[in-house]
């Protein structure tokens, strides 16, 4: 089988430390111009990258000294937007281009995650991402009214339910319940409209989601877990895992111990990486899935 090179950008941080004072950087521009991010997406699509990407943070940093100030001074991981809004724009000015978002279950719902990212899969037709994330900035958490850092293995426990949360409220309108008869009138078929009725240690949902199905059927799901835990978690989580910039050896460690995961819950991890039947795989054979797993 012919193997396939899928190529994204990271947004993360292009316009902060320091990197907004690069020659051509935000020519005529200070973040967040909507009109320099629907310039990057073009130049993306035309490049054929596959997606672009941007990690997330909900506080600023505070770590300097104890204050946040030279974050502010100097721009560390500050100022930072919510990429969907942004996302929405750049689908609009191209046609091909995926977008990988992300949110953290530390603090969310999934019942809002889940019917935000099903929105943003109409609106960009197809080509949205959610990068699972957990969160372990004491800013993030002050913002969320947590006096201290939730335990690590909490952390990921949460995640997993957090998603399989998320997946059963994507599956909770099948695929044709939509009617739209003007003969008839009929909108929806209600026996293909399911509840959830989901008890579990952090969430209690009852669904259905009051969406229609999206175009994927349910986002792509990133992860990168590197923990013992976290990559039981990405197993869990994840149609493409993000692999750590370290040594190579390393990066073999980490990729025996992701299949060694994958195969623990009972798939194939290679027939998981070449074909996508990861947990999220889609209800619709049509849909447009990202379907390795891959470093980056």
């Not at 194939?268 to 980056?296: E, H, I």
């Amino acid at each position: 089988m012919t193997k396939r090179m899928h190529l994204a950008f990271d947004l993360s941080y292009i316009h902060m430390d320091g990197r907004w004072r690069m020659p051509g950087a935000w020519p005529g521009g200070i973040y967040p111009d909507v009109g320099a991010f629907e310039e990057i997406a073009r130049l993306a699509e035309r490049g054929l990258f596959d997606m672009l990407f941007s990690g997330d943070g909900t506080g600023v940093p505070s770590t300097w000294q104890g204050s946040r100030d030279a974050a502010v001074r100097w721009g560390i991981s500050w100022p930072r937007q919510d990429l969907a809004p942004l996302a929405v724009a750049m689908s609009r000015v191209t046609r091909h281009l995926g977008f990988g978002i992300t949110y953290s279950t530390t603090f969310m719902h999934p019942y809002y995650l889940a019917r935000l990212f099903n929105s943003l899969d109409h609106v960009t037709g197809g080509r949205i991402a959610f990068n699972v994330i957990t969160s372990t900035r004491r800013s993030d958490y002050a913002n969320y009214g947590y006096d201290d850092i939730v335990d690590h293995d909490e952390r990921y426990d949460r995640m997993e339910e957090f998603i399989d949360v998320c997946r059963a409220l994507w599956n909770s309108v099948e695929p044709d319940a939509m009617l739209w008869d003007h003969a008839t009138g009929l909108v929806g078929e209600p026996a293909k409209v399911h509840d959830v009725e989901h008890a579990g240690r952090f969430f209690k949902v009852s669904g259905p989601l009051n969406t229609p199905p999206s175009p994927q059927g349910m986002p792509v799901l990133l992860q990168a877990g590197g923990s013992p835990r976290g990559v039981r978690a990405c197993a869990h989580v994840a149609d493409m895992a993000f692999g750590a910039d370290m040594p190579l050896e390393l990066q073999i460690a980490q990729r025996k111990a992701l299949d060694e995961a994958v195969a623990a819950l009972g798939r194939d991890p290679q027939q998981w990486a070449s074909s996508g039947s990861s947990p999220a795989s889609s209800r619709k054979p049509n849909a447009r899935r990202l379907r390795s797993v891959s470093g980056c």
